[in-house]
Each structure stands twice: as C-alpha cells, then as structure tokens.
C-alpha cells in the first residue's frame, strides 16, 4: 500500500515549455486534490476533484488544467509555464474531504 | 473568503518545554478545524482533526482547543522534544469540500 504518491519529483522548466505531474493513489479515495506551497505560505487549492470523470477550480486555478480519467490517477498541466509557478506541488486524496493524505510533493522550478 | 493566520511564524526552545502554537480564522463558519506537521522536503501528516461542534482532541502528547465564537484554536505540545521540531501548518475545512491552511509555524526543539 504505497499510499499517495507523486511524478516527478523534481523538475526545471524553461518558461513557455509544458509539463504534466502525476498523482496516484491505491485506497480507492474518491476525491483528489492539487494544492502548491509558497515560501512562508500555506498550501492553496489549484484544483480537486469528487470522482472519475470530475474537476473544480479552487483558490488559484489560473494557469492549470487537470484531468481525472481514472479513480486512481489525477493529473495537472501547465500548458506554458511561468516562473510564477515555481513551487512545491502537493496531492492529496480522501474519502471525505475530512482527511486527506498528502503525497511527498514535487519541487517544480520554472527558469 | 476565510483567512488563517498563524502566530508565531517560527519558534526556537529548549527540550522539555510545553508550548503553544496558535491559529486564528475570518470566518466562523467552519466545519472543522486541522493541524498537520510537514517535515522538510516531506508531504502533510495529519496530527488532530477537530470538528465544528467539538472543543478539543487529544493525542499523546498533543492536546488541540477550537474556540469557533473567537475564531481561534490552539496547538499544545507538552514535554517537548527535538522530534518534535517540525513545521505545524493549521487548515480550516469550509464549504466546497476546501481546506484553507494558514502559513505554518516552524519549531525547532533544542536539545
């Protein structure tokens, strides 16, 4: 049971080019969510998701495009990058929005 | 919009002290209240989960208070010890199945 685990783990872009990062996780949670962390800030919501087949925008989706084709499998695009997404992106899933379990993060750098 | 602000930002004492981390929201139509520890480099681990109707939780060593009236909640961490040093991030769960996490306080446990 690995739990909630995140792709790649590191990554440097130059601005314009696209990437996607991939989120999975093996307890069957029906929602997903995409958060980033700033330097001295909390985690925001870029984007979730309640099921196959759903998303929703949250706080700052701006930039971001997801899709949730598989229970198991929630990924985010970013169709042209830009240094101001330079962050640390966390997934996290759950049965209720109550709990959520929170992957390792990726540490996105955008040059 | 709901603001989470957390107070100290980063906090430095010696092993064995009991301390108190504070978290304050806008609005008190929460329905419930976390603390997570990040760890460097590591994804969210939840500590306790308060819920609206609730005063407080309790584990081990961690006791966390939710005063929704004051918007305001407390983290205490008795006996402290170098383990514990660790960044604690508070998230409120509101309306749309959102956690809107505050900016974290980073502890460091002397030995």
């Known amino acids: ?111 | 919009k709901q603001e989470v602000t957390q107070i100290p930002a980063a906090l430095s004492v010696p092993e064995g002290e009991n301390l108190v981390l504070n978290c304050s929201f806008t609005d008190s139509a929460i329905y419930n209240l976390q603390w997570f520890r990040q760890d460097p480099g590591k994804g969210l681990t939840s500590l306790l989960l308060i819920q609206s109707s609730q005063r407080e939780q309790t584990s081990g060593r961690l006791n966390a208070s939710l005063d929704k009236s004051s918007g305001r909640s407390t983290l205490y961490i008795a006996a402290s010890q170098p383990g514990d040093s660790a960044t604690y991030l508070c998230a409120v769960g509101g309306a749309g199945n959102m956690l809107t996490f505050g900016g974290g306080t980073r502890l460091m446990v002397k030995p």
């Open chain 1, 1 to 111: 049971n690995a739990g909630v685990t995140q792709t790649p783990k590191f990554r440097v872009l130059k601005t314009g080019q696209s990437m996607t990062l991939l989120c999975a996780q093996d307890m069957n949670h029906e929602y997903m969510y995409w958060y980033r962390q700033d330097p001295g800030m909390g985690l925001r919501l870029i984007h979730y998701s309640v099921g196959e087949g759903t998303t929703a925008k949250g706080e700052v989706p701006d930039g971001y495009n997801v899709s949730r084709l598989k229970k198991q499998n929630f990924l985010l695009g970013l169709e042209s990058a830009a240094p101001s997404q330079t962050s640390v992106y966390f997934c996290a899933s759950s049965t209720t929005p109550d709990t959520q379990y929170f992957g390792p993060g990726t540490r996105l750098t955008v040059l």
